[in-house]
């Protein structure tokens, strides 16, 4: 049977690259990834299906990069992928039979992309070619394809590019797609599917999918972590509080509370007239403002939030000196905040009378 090195380029695709390797990785003879200095977990999870990665300093000429991916190759022909591309099951076959099928007298194949779910008449590149023939290649975008001099043919499979975007609707899209193909969702898939359903008030399907991704035990905390706070906002928009904060108890077991989980968890209490236990929680937000952050977290839950809070409560229990304390602390890190200095005229009123 024909040999096959898979090539592709990456930087910075940890939500797609896992996906992409799942599809193909078990098909051909060796992976081969050229990492472009990515600064996310590209190639951490990329080295779950090859260890043959390797780094290149990122430059303004992208085919200096290919054009030394190509030289590491060691099998018969070369086959390139994005890492946005995947092979649906049928077209898994489909590149299985054309391996058998291959003769050595081919120079190039090419073969269908699909960049649009609903696409009609999907364009022909060449993107297998053999490493001893005479080619050239071309990248515009994300529609790289390979130049051959010699015999190239026509196949029927077909690579779908499903990226990353910034669009939500494409993502459900392309979620909906896979689902349909029955490809196999990888963790990274799972938690991105239950934030695209959570972001479309989709909260039951959304929990259903973080569930999916809890359960695989992933390593990374603060996936983990993040799924608890979807999880707690999917229930209290479902108005099931008690699960709400169930949930966010929940992630305290991934590492050393976070200022955000703290914060959550003394407005629940808050919000139930708990005073002393919102102290509690918010005196650990504070506390653990310098915690090791999530990467997306905001702000405030470290710095003014707590503090404003804590002023709120320790006011309700009658100390309005450590209440004004807390607030002159808000007001440090947030010197215009319509609250913090509404509070600064209630205290001064009401401690200097």
Request: overall charge negative; some cysteine.
């Amino acid at each position: 049977m024909t040999t096959v090195s898979l090539c592709m380029i990456v930087k910075n695709n940890e939500a797609v690259i896992e996906r992409c390797l799942q599809s193909v990785s078990d098909l051909v003879d060796e992976v081969i990834i050229v990492d472009l200095k990515s600064t996310d977990r590209t190639r951490e999870l990329a080295s779950m299906f090859t260890s043959k990665i390797y780094s290149y300093e990122a430059s303004d000429h992208e085919k200096d990069a290919l054009s030394y991916l190509f030289e590491l190759a060691t099998k018969e022909y070369i086959f390139y992928l994005n890492p946005n591309d995947i092979l649906f099951e049928n077209d898994r076959k489909k590149f299985t039979k054309l391996k058998q099928s291959i003769h050595s007298n081919l120079d190039g194949i090419s073969m269908k992309l699909i960049t649009n779910l609903n696409e009609s008449t999907p364009k022909m590149l060449t993107r297998l070619v053999n490493r001893s023939s005479s080619y050239s290649f071309h990248v515009e975008s994300d529609e790289f394809h390979f130049n051959v001099t010699g015999k190239v043919v026509d196949s029927d499979l077909s690579i779908n590019h499903l990226p990353h975007t910034n669009n939500p609707h494409n993502h459900i899209k392309i979620f909906e797609k896979m689902i349909e193909e029955n490809v196999v969702f990888s963790p990274r898939d799972l938690f991105y599917y239950a934030k695209e359903l959570s972001d479309h008030h989709q909260y039951d399907q959304s929990i259903l999918y973080f569930l999916k991704f809890l359960r695989k035990k992933q390593p990374y905390n603060e996936h983990n972590i993040l799924a608890c706070y979807y999880l707690a906002d999917n229930y209290h928009h479902l108005n099931l509080f008690e699960l709400e904060k169930s949930w966010l108890l929940h992630s305290l077991q991934y590492e050393k509370p976070q200022p955000e989980t703290c914060c959550r968890i003394g407005y629940f209490f808050l919000e139930n007239t708990n005073y002393d236990s919102a102290i509690f929680w918010y005196e650990e937000a504070v506390s653990n403002k310098n915690a090791e952050q999530l990467s997306n977290v905001q702000y405030s839950y470290s710095t003014w939030m707590p503090h404003l809070q804590l002023a709120v409560c320790y006011d309700r229990i009658g100390k309005h000196q450590l209440a004004n304390e807390h607030n002159e602390m808000a007001y440090s890190y947030h010197p215009t905040h319509a609250s913090i200095l509404s509070n600064r005229q209630y205290f001064s009123n009401l401690l200097n009378k």
